[in-house]
């Protein structure tokens, strides 16, 4: 007779203890604020206590979350339409709103048409994923070695993978000259990489593509709403919308939404409508997300004077840390990254800068980052203040000295 009647725990669960142990000890181990957004005081959020916290670590980059062009148009397709979608875009999610947005967004980026899917992430794994499954397999795809995770996810069963050193075009050339002959080839980067905060060299990646016969895949989704005269991304800004065959992007960035998309020729969008996975199986987009997306877009595409004060807010904290002692890491983009190089300590200071300064800033660990480049990760919005900035950099420089990661001031 066993001691019990009941099993004995399986080892899976014996495996998640160490697993989370071990991350703890790593300082690993992942923990969320219990922070309440507002709409009409972004980017003061309330913790659980009632305090009012500054957050310097959103991806609502122009602060459109809250705004009233969008909550406007999300009310008025609940009042219309309801809150779900009531299916996949086959069964009963498909409206008007999401065919006006799709038309939308192929608009923005000056392509022949658009597919939206439930997330960035959810697009660009179903997207590519269904790509290198096509044609037999015989696909070759090369990935910059700093590509997201979402990228990395829908290229894992690609036949053929090269990882090409980061923006290095020169080490991307010679790795498709040496590639077999008769393989279809695909490359896949993105434009602003979101933890460094530096922007990918698209012209001449978008030739090298052309040289070889290559398509081009582009993930836009920290650039989407904030470069470019439309806001159609860095590839707008560069003038080289036409020399990419294929972008990706989120609605949940700086349009202050919610979805992904791709956007190309009408063939490819086409074949991803009835042949990806990840699109046909999955419930569609609210109606209300829908018309908030396509709010979003339509009025991000005349936001120039938003962009500008976008643009120089993050150039603004950049020059208040250098001035208060802080030196962040080299970034031409809105993503200013301040490092600390241990993921403990990276806590710690996120803990201290909450606790001690009433400010929100995300630590960023491995996996993530490789080990030992831990960092915090700020995004300054249009609605950050002058106050706000030069506290920040006061504080951080305050907070890095405590941590030891800075002299003290003569």
Known sequence: ???????????????????????????????????????????????????RITVWSSNDYLGLGGSDVLAAAATAAIEAHGVGSGGTRNISGNTPLHEALESELAALHAKPAALVFTSGYVANQAALGTILSSMDGNWHVFSDEKNHNSMIAGMKNARAKSIFRHNDVAHLDALMAAAGPGVNKLVAFESVYSMDGDIAPLAELAATCRRHGALSYLDEVHAVGMYGATGAGVAERDGVLDRIDIVQGTLAKALGCHGGYVAGPAEVIDFLR??????????????????????????????TALRERHAERAARLKAAFQAAGVRPMPSAS????????????????????????????????????????????????????????AFAAQAVAAVLRQVGLLPNAP
């Open 274 to 303: 009835s042949a990806a996975a990840g699109f046909i199986f999955t419930t569609s987009l609210p109606p209300a997300l829908a018309a908030a997306g396509l709010a979003s877009v339509r009025h991000v595409k005349g936001a």
């Open 1 to 51: 007779m066993p001691d019990s009647l009941f099993p004995a725990p399986h080892p899976f669960l014996q495996h998640c203890q160490a697993a989370l142990a071990q991350m703890r000890q790593e300082g690993r181990y992942r923990s969320f604020a219990a922070l309440a957004k507002s709409r009409r005081d972004f980017p003061r959020y309330t913790d659980s206590t009632g305090r």
């Open 334 to 389: 809105h993503i200013v990254p301040v490092p600390v190089g241990d993921a403990a300590l990276c806590r710690e200071v996120s803990r201290l800068l909450l606790e001690e300064h009433g400010l929100y800033v995300t630590p960023i660990n491995y996996p993530t980052v490789p080990r030992g480049t831990e960092r915090l990760r700020f995004t300054p919005t249009p609605r950050h203040d002058d106050a706000d900035i």
